[in-house]
Antibody, heavy 123, light 107 residues
Framework: EVQLVESGGGLVQPGRSLRLSCTGS????????LSWVRQAPGKGLEWVAF??????????EYAASVKGRFTISRDDSNSIAYLQMNSLKTEDTAVYYC??????????????WGQGTLVTVSS | EIVLTQSPATLSLSPGERATLSCRASQSVSSYLGWYQQKPGQAPRLLIYAASNRATGIPARFSGSGSGTDFTLTISSLEPEDFAVYYC?????????FGQGTKVEIK
């Protein structure tokens, strides 16, 4: 069974940093691109960051709202993806989901999601 | 950035009725559009990819159509578990974007 489990959320002051983790199981983690998608309280979905598989260079893409502040990375040997969030702002408050891109079917759509981890940025 | 506009914002229907949800893109996304369902307190779930392909395990009452800038998600006969928020999402170009969502509520 494919599973993605996020961790690392919590309460953090504006301007501080936080690192989220996404641990995958039940599939060949290194074969899949991964994204972070967030949802502010009561709002819609916002894609945040993406990382390609190593086979495609492991390169990254970011939403304009987080570019230069957030960094996505991956450790395929341990089946973990990370989101390093620096210079946090109150508007970064959201549930952060890890989502897997399909590569055989539903190619490059978010075919599996984690349960999310809440990040609250407040003084 | 491609903007996706969903309509209506809320759809009030009864179980057994047909639901028709619209998603319009600000520029062509070809067929690179997906639909997701989200229930309260849960992560989104992929329903449709590439405009018209059902994801694994999705019932046949869900169907998608369209290409270019205009897309439709149809639920042929609403079941109680279908009342939720639905989002469209494009993967045609970066950044990936979502529509603002359509809430399907019980009338």
């Amino acid at each position: 069974e494919v599973q993605l489990v996020e961790s690392g959320g919590g309460l953090v002051q504006p301007g501080r940093s936080l690192r989220l983790s996404c641990t995958g199981s039940g599939f060949t983690f290194g074969n899949h691109p991964l994204s972070w998608v967030r949802q502010a309280p009561g709002k819609g979905l916002e894609w945040v960051a993406f990382i390609r598989s190593k086979a495609y260079g492991g390169t990254t893409e970011y939403a304009a709202s987080v570019k230069g502040r957030f960094t996505i990375s991956r450790d395929d040997s341990n089946s973990i993806a990370y989101l390093q969030m620096n210079s946090l702002k109150t508007e970064d408050t959201a549930v952060y989901y890890c989502a897997r891109d399909g590569v055989e079917m539903a190619t490059y759509y978010f075919d599996y999601w984690g349960q999310g981890t809440l990040v609250t940025v407040s003084s | 950035e491609i903007v996706l506009t969903q309509s209506p914002a809320t759809l009030s229907l009864s179980p057994g009725e047909r639901a028709t949800l619209s998603c319009r893109a600000s520029q062509s996304v070809s067929s690179y559009l997906g639909w997701y369902q989200q229930k309260p307190g849960q992560a989104p779930r992929l329903l449709i990819y590439a405009a018209s392909n059902r994801a694994t395990g999705i019932p046949a009452r869900f169907s998608g159509s369209g290409s270019g800038t205009d897309f439709t998600l149809t639920i042929s006969s609403l079941e109680p578990e279908d009342f939720a928020v639905y989002y469209c999402q494009q993967r045609s170009s970066w950044p990936r974007t979502f529509g603002q969502g359509t809430k399907v509520e019980i009338k």
